[in-house]
């Protein structure tokens, strides 16, 4: 199986590269012309940006880019991240309703997510939190990242203290219900637009805080993916996933690599925007993945010579 990994397009945003069809076009040209044997694309969430803007806006803004990977493609798989959550709440839903309808009325924790969803005439494999292969003899694991940082961890640290003060223990659910809380509540204030400046107020605030704080406490040569190691490390055992020889997932729009000795082969894919809108540059903007019996491919759009090329040993 060959794959081609696209992360963090951010459909919505007026930033995003893929808005326009001449970047469109050069990306397929070149998928065409670098992974012309590959038989899927995964994407690795963060999609369509609807934390920024409604989600009618975010999907017309992706139709372009949806419909000729689908041409090229035989198989789109879908693994959902933070900005694009409600998807997953919606199917949540829409399974209570089927289960409400038989009278199915017990509650129900389902970790691991897939279904089929139709998406602009489109039909795409969605998955939630991860989706997982075998390739090269090896197993991938793909996942978006959120749960390796950030408001994850704040997050369990409220929920962990609530439960201590009741005597019960943390129990599965409560990481993804305290994120859906959070998540849910930004989606509901992309609506309104003095909510969305203030938001954006926040996360440029708290933008410069991380970079003031990783500035002092982190030395220049440690990249962001080894920095978020131990979280791949404990998201892997926290989910039973086993052996797994190559982690790739997005969600902090910083390209990279990194691999421990005896640990998996670590890949963040990158990202589709110059900015993200809040003052944060990716260092290397526009970037995927291209995965084959060769090993992993990095590069970067426009760009003719691959920025890295890494065997799975």
């Known amino acids: 199986m060959a794959s081609i990994v696209i992360s963090d397009t951010h459909f919505g945003l007026s930033t995003a590269t893929l808005n326009d069809p001449k970047k469109v076009e050069q990306l397929m040209q070149e998928l065409a012309l670098f992974g012309g044997d590959c038989d899927e694309v995964v994407l690795l969430g963060d999609v369509f940006d609807l934390w920024r803007v409604n989600p009618e806006k975010a999907i017309r ?7 000729r990977l689908s041409i090229a493609f035989p198989k789109i798989r879908y693994i959902l991240g933070n900005h694009d959550h409600h998807l997953v709440v919606l199917h949540q839903e829409d399974e209570f309703m089927e289960r409400m309808a038989r009278g199915d009325l017990y509650p129900v924790y389902i970790p691991v997510l897939h279904w089929q969803q139709v998406l602009d005439n489109l039909n795409v494999d969605m998955f939630y939190p991860f989706y997982r ?6 197993n991938i694991v793909f996942t978006h990242g959120h749960h390796l940082g950030g408001i994850q961890a704040f997050s369990m640290q409220l929920v962990k203290k609530l439960r201590r003060l009741s005597g019960e223990e943390t129990l599965p659910a409560d990481l993804e219900t305290m994120m859906t809380y959070a998540y849910e509540s930004i989606y509901r204030s992309a609506s309104i637009g003095e909510m969305v400046n203030f938001e954006d107020s926040l996360w440029k605030a708290s933008g410069l805080l991380q970079w ?5 406490t982190h030395s220049s040569r440690f990249t962001p993916v080894e920095r978020q190691y131990p979280a791949i490390l404990k998201f892997l055992r926290d989910q039973n996933l086993g052996k797994v ?3 790739i997932y997005g969600d902090t729009h910083r390209a990279g690599i990194y691999q421990r000795k005896g640990g998996p082969l670590a890949v963040n894919a990158g990202c589709f925007l110059p900015d993200d809108g809040c003052g944060s540059i990716p260092e290397l903007p526009n970037t995927y993945l291209i995965l084959d019996d060769d090993g992993i491919t990095m590069r970067q759009l426009g760009r003719p010579e691959p920025l890295f090329i890494c065997e799975l040993l």
């Open 212 to 216: 003031f704080r990783a500035g002092v």
């Open 61 to 67: 803004d992706s139709r372009t880019f949806l419909t």
């Open 245 to 247: 020889d190559c982690f």
């Open 133 to 138: 292969i075998r390739c090269c003899h090896r």
